[in-house]
């Protein structure tokens, strides 16, 4: 039963049954309520219920992350190897050891770990200084080579396609760079495998550059450790495959390289076309190697010939051999018959006569040997014909002869130029490192006779790897000082026997019953059974109809199919194909078929049998292996796809098996599988004693070891403790492991509680610190903000308060003004009324008197005139009656007295109307007055018809214009000045006669004007102030008022545009402009421009342009201009330059009214403030002076 935790690594059997499946390494992901959850390595996930709790077992920690050794796995299995080697294959990292076997898994990508720094970085290492490498392997031959003076070897073996070949040449690679002579005999060497791979290298299936032959290369080297030469030996090449390809796979790569490579010309010679045309190229359906380069490999394969000597003749002979092979290989045959007897004949074709003329024999022997057999029966021979099915076989037969003879030829051609045979004179005895490149364990469906030969070659090298990794262990023990004679171990040894070893053996049998002319499979496997079956390792088979027969290897049970066993065994040439190699003229065939050909000859025996031969060489190749030191390697192909990347578990565990590694392990378990250095084991299991201190403190290694061993494992159980390391059995470590890891745990979960109650302490106090710093700030906050409250409320209260307060005595005051105010006006209006009342009444009474009065004046005078007229009728009555009656003067007197009266009425109505029209008129004239009195007085128009005379409405100065009252005298004077030079000064009358004595102006001019100016008034622009000013501002406000003031007297004209600007401006107080005037900033810059620029204007007349129109801009801000009221036009007309005045003025740019002009004059004349004497009103003339000062406008 196992305690499983999240995170735990297990090994979960899934118990499938399946001959190659074992356990997978797992994560657990989940515990919940019995069940399971876990990840495998393959990442699948699986649910373990508690039933098939026993699926999983506790992993090794050492199978946890990979070891570099794995003979250091605690889970010394196939699963635990697997499982390492699949970790360290994910990581790209493809060796690894087991003891001393190297293990290396085929990455199918180039990786960076063969470059000279890494031949640098493993040369003179030991094995395990450095990460596990095949440089490390085969710096170990080089350098065991010269120190222990022995022969080393290294056995590369695995499957088709695991990288044997690569391995072997990167340990040829490393030798010739660590040798470090780069000598010709180096190069040949090296150069051989380009031509042994284009003779025995063929594309398959599994492997794009599949070996199809054993090969063991020698490399000697002289006592300096440089390469001195080396000899090559190769096995069983497939000579099949030159007829017959399976599937996708191909003939051998020189065929291909020759058709892609040779010239056009030579090709023709050997009457060569495509490869797609020779049938024996195109069984596999596959002429292309999409790895490989047919033609980059025809040239590399022609220059190692060069190297290793091969001449032009040679080459070429090789290639006519080629070609006839190619061409033998398009014959065609017909089925004939003869008395009755299968015969064939092969047609005759271009095919057939060029293959005889390149094998240089007679085409008609060609056919007949094709065709026919001469059997030597009682002496005589007898020729019988062959079926087409023979026909083709000998054909075949004969092809296969010529290519198997030729590629020995190749080789011994190889040998002759590398090998160096020890010369028997000197002493020194040269050394050798042995690579032996062959093919694995084979186990097909079909297994043949090569599958038999392969397997017994592997049969006998298990075994001497077994011998050897077992006398490692006895060294070991011996080492340690450990009693190993009661470990047994068992290898194949038996195996070996039963199939080539003691007598009637199987391959013997084979041999003989080949030998034997009635020989057939069926006697051979009953001679087999019948020697065999009652030997374990043999599998007879089940009923007599079955021609297999089982063999049980170190690897497992393997089936041989015997057909065709004898034939292939035999591997003779029928002695019709030897007659006619003998009959021709070509010398390299001869050569080649040399052997058969002395044989046939001279003893007609037969050649060896394939197996004798092999054997043969097995038994060679073993004698030479036994007296080397070797080295293991064993390649792994991840999987059947040659995608890198790609690691298929049940592959992998086959090729495991039958790489014999196991046998490691199992003399490692007969022994004592598990061992540690004392300091390894006290520090790993130390805490299982309490107090022991750690390795590197302690003075009692082994003691300590023994202490810990007894007390957990008790003192008789099988353990043993070495010099240096303690050995134990696998439950031994289990329990060890066990026991520690409950420890650990409880420790564990000691140290665990400690530090949770720390940490949730730490935090805890963390916390509580700041929820009292957030109480803190935020009751702070809190008050602060009810505080503000208050005291605005209280602030809002105060102010309610003292409101209320004020109010109150406001309305007290109020009321007492009110009242007293009241009071006021009462009594004011009460006097001012009785006044008035008073008034009327006096006025009344003065007014009632004056009219009573007149009445009176009046009704007297009327009386007079009445009483005149009485008088008058008197005197005229008197008059009257002297000339007539008295009554009739009386009359007449009557009528004269009534029309004097009635005159004096009319009179009288007369002055009564006069009287009554005076008063109207007088009453008109007061309401007039009175309606004038009531109109706003218009200043400028007041001005102008004062000072109107002076010409102030053209733009030509001193046009005419009417002088007002009281000024006339001005007119005149004007009037008279017309005809004088204007250039000259106005003739101005004397100070003296003008009154202005008082100032003594002409006495300051000569003693404060600057310059040559006299007091005397110029009619033309200043060119520098009168006085000095140290202010700019205040010298060019001077040179302005000047000039306003020229403009004023006319003598100046105004500028050209009579664009009236009416903005009301009238209508504003003259004062109020004046101190606006005033008010107005003068920039010191702007001044200085504006100087400059008067400057310029004053010395070139009439030029200017944009930069007077600008400083002309700046000048009318400074000035008076609203310059917002200029008009469009005005603007545009003073952007043109059309200007007629010469520059120097401030009201430049339009006319302006005489009393803008004096708003000037005075504001910046005379009310410019000033510290001293103001010194603009010296540029006022006397006479304006006078003027402005009497005149009414100046306050
Ligand atoms: N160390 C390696 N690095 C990169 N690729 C490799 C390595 N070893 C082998 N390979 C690849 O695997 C292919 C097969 O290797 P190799 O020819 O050595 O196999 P083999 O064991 O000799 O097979 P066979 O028994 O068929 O001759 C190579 O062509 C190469 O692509
Ligand atoms: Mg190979």
Redesign the pocket.
Same mark, same amino acid.
């Given at each position: 039963f196992v305690v499983a935790f999240q995170g735990d690594y297990v090994w979960l059997d899934l118990k499938t049954g399946r001959e190659f499946v074992v356990p997978v390494g797992a994560v657990v992901k989940l515990c919940d309520s019995g069940q399971i959850q876990v990840l495998d390595d393959e990442g699948r996930e699986h649910w373990i219920l508690p039933q098939n709790a026993t699926n999983i077992k506790p992993m090794h920690p050492t199978s946890i992350h990979g070891v570099e050794d794995m003979i250091r796995l605690g889970d010394l299995n196939e699963a635990g190897i697997l499982r390492n080697l699949l970790i360290r294959y994910n990581e790209c990292v493809?060796y690894t050891y087991t003891g001393s076997i190297l293990v290396?898994v085929?990455?199918?990508?180039?990786?960076p770990i063969?470059t000279p720094d890494h031949i640098r970085l493993y040369t003179n290492k030991k094995i395990g200084e450095m990460p596990p490498h095949?440089f490390a392997i085969a710096d170990n031959c080089y350098f065991n080579m010269q120190r222990n003076n022995k022969d080393q070897c290294c056995i590369?073996s695995?499957?088709? !396609?695991? !990288?044997?070949?690569?391995?072997?040449?990167?340990i040829l690679q490393f030798l010739a760079a660590i040798s470090g002579q780069h000598s010709w005999i180096e190069q040949q060497v090296l150069e051989a495998n380009p031509i042994l791979e284009a003779f025995g290298?063929a594309k398959?299936i599994?492997?794009?550059?599949?070996?199809?032959f054993g090969k063991y290369i020698d490399i000697h080297f002289n006592k300096r450790g440089a390469i001195e030469g080396a000899k090559i030996e190769q096995y069983l090449l497939e000579k099949s495959r030159v007829c017959r390809q399976a599937a996708d796979e191909r003939n051998y790569h020189i065929f291909y390289c020759m058709l892609r490579g040779m010239s056009p010309e030579l090709k023709k010679k050997l009457g060569l076309g495509l490869a797609t045309d020779y049938p024996y190229l195109t069984m596999g359906n596959c002429t292309k190697c999409d790895?490989r380069d047919d033609l980059k490999e025809y040239s590399s394969i022609l220059s190692a010939m060069k190297v290793l000597m091969f001449t032009e003749t040679e080459n070429w002979e090789i290639s006519k051999l080629l070609a006839a092979i190619l061409h033998m290989g398009k014959l065609r045959y017909e089925a004939r018959c003869y008395d009755n007897l299968d015969a064939c004949v092969v047609v005759r074709s271009p095919d057939l006569s060029t293959a005889a003329s390149l094998m240089e024999v007679d085409i008609k022997d060609v056919m007949s040997c094709l065709t026919t057999r001469t059997l030597i029966t009682r002496g005589e021979n007898v020729s019988t014909p062959l079926s087409m099915e023979q026909g083709l076989d000998v054909r075949d037969a004969f092809v296969k002869g010529i290519y198997g003879r030729l590629f020995v030829w190749i080789v011994d051609k190889i040998n002759a130029a590398i090998f160096r045979p020890p010369s028997c004179e000197s002493k020194i005895i040269r050394r050798s490192i042995g690579l032996l490149?062959i093919? !694995?364990f084979e186990n097909f469906i079909v297994n043949s006779f090569e599958q038999l030969c392969i397997n017994f070659a592997n049969e006998n090298l298990q075994q001497f790897f077994v011998r050897h990794v077992f006398k490692l262990e006895q060294e070991e023990y011996n080492l340690e000082d450990i009693n190993w004679q009661h470990i047994e171990f068992t290898d194949n040894q038996d195996a070996l026997d039963m199939i080539g070893n003691k007598p009637m053996n199987i391959i013997s049998l084979i041999d003989e019953e080949s030998k034997f002319p009635k020989g057939t499979e069926s006697t051979m496997l009953y001679k087999l059974n019948s020697q065999h079956k009652l030997n374990t390792n043999y599998h007879p088979p089940k009923n007599t109809y079955e021609t297999q027969f089982g063999i049980q290897h170190f690897a497992g049970v393997v089936h041989y199919e015997t057909r065709g066993f004898l034939e292939k065994n035999r591997d003779s040439l029928h002695t019709d194909i030897i007659q006619l190699v003998h009959s021709s003229k070509n010398k390299f065939i001869k050569q080649i078929f040399q052997a058969d050909v002395t044989m046939g000859m001279e003893t007609r025996k037969r050649s060896p049998t394939l197996s004798s031969q092999f054997k043969l060489s097995l038994e060679l190749l073993m004698r030479t292996l036994n007296v080397c030191q070797p080295f293991f390697v064993r390649?792994i192909?991840p999987n059947e796809l040659?995608k890198p990347m790609l690691f298929d578990r049940e592959l992998c565990v086959r090729q495991l098996r039958y790489s014999g590694m196991m046998e490691t392990i199992r003399i490692r378990r007969a022994g004592y599988p598990i061992r540690y250095t004392f300091g390894e084991f006290v520090d790993r299991y130390r805490v299982l004693m309490p107090g022991v201190k750690p390795a590197n403190r302690q003075d009692d290694l082994r003691g300590t070891c023994q202490k810990i061993v007894e007390a957990v494992l008790g003192r008789d159980d099988d353990w043993e403790i070495g010099k240096t390391k303690i050995f134990l059995k696998d439950h031994h470590d289990m329990q060890l492991e066990i026991d520690r890891d409950k420890t650990i745990t409880d420790k564990a979960i000691l140290i665990q509680k400690a530090v949770r109650g720390m940490k949730e302490r730490t935090n805890f106090l963390r916390m509580r610190r700041s929820v009292t710093l957030i109480q803190k700030m935020w009751r702070g906050y809190r008050c602060r903000k009810d505080y503000s409250a208050m005291r605005v409320g209280f602030l809002r209260l105060q102010a309610l308060y003292r409101a209320r307060k004020l109010f109150v005595t406001y309305q007290l005051a109020r009321t007492c003004v009110t009242q007293i105010q009241a009071r006021c006006r009462g009594f004011m209006v009460r006097r001012s009324f009785w006044r008035q009342l008073h008034a009327v009444i006096t006025i009344q009474a003065y007014a009632r008197g004056m009219i009573a009065r007149r009445v009176t004046q009046r009704l007297r005078a009327e009386h007079r005139r009445r009483q005149k007229a009485e008088g008058q009728r008197l005197v005229e009555e008197e008059r009257l009656r002297n000339q007539m009656t008295v009554r009739r003067a009386r009359a007449e007197a009557e009528r004269s007295h009534k029309e004097r009266l009635a005159e004096l009425t009319r009179q009288e109505e007369e002055r009564e109307m006069e009287a009554r029209e005076e008063a109207r008129r007088k009453k008109e004239m007061v309401e007039q007055v009175e309606r004038e009195r009531q109109q706003p007085v218009d200043h400028s128009d007041m001005v102008d018809q004062m000072f109107g005379f002076l010409g102030n409405t053209g733009a030509l100065p001193n046009l005419e214009g009417q002088g007002p009252a009281g000024f006339e005298d001005l007119e005149v004077a004007l009037r008279a000045e017309e005809e004088e030079d204007l250039d000259e000064a106005l003739p101005l009358p004397d100070d003296e006669k003008e009154d202005l004595s008082e100032y003594k102006f002409s006495k300051f001019a000569t003693m404060y004007f600057q310059g040559t100016t006299t007091h005397k008034y110029v009619r033309r622009p200043l060119k520098q102030p009168l006085l000095f000013h140290e202010d700019e501002g205040d010298q060019l406000a001077a040179l302005a008022v000047w000039i306003t003031v020229l403009r004023f007297m006319g003598d100046l004209p105004e500028p050209k545009y009579h664009t009236a600007i009416s903005d009301g401006s009238e209508k504003i107080p003259v004062m109020t402009k004046i101190y606006e005037t005033l008010s107005k900033r003068t920039y010191k810059r702007e001044l200085q421009e504006l100087q400059t620029v008067e400057g310029e204007n004053s010395s070139n007349d009439g030029g200017g342009g944009q930069k007077k129109n600008s400083v002309r801009h700046k000048l009318v801000s400074l000035t008076l201009k609203r310059k917002s009221k200029i008009t469009e036009e005005v603007t545009r007309r003073l952007m043109d330059g059309d200007y007629s005045l010469q520059g120097n003025s401030m009201l430049e740019d339009r006319p302006t009214s005489n009393l803008e002009k004096l708003h000037f004059i005075i504001g910046n004349g005379i009310l410019r403030k000033r510290p001293g004497p103001n010194p603009c009103t010296c540029h006022l003339p006397s006479r304006l002076m006078q003027l402005s000062v009497d005149s009414p406008l100046v306050p």
């Open positions: 493809i290396a085929n990455p199918y990508q180039l990786l063969y095949i590369i695995g499957e088709s !396609g695991a !990288g044997k070949t690569e391995s072997t040449k990167l290298n398959t599994r492997n794009d550059n599949s070996s199809r790895s490149d093919f !694995g390649c192909k040659k």
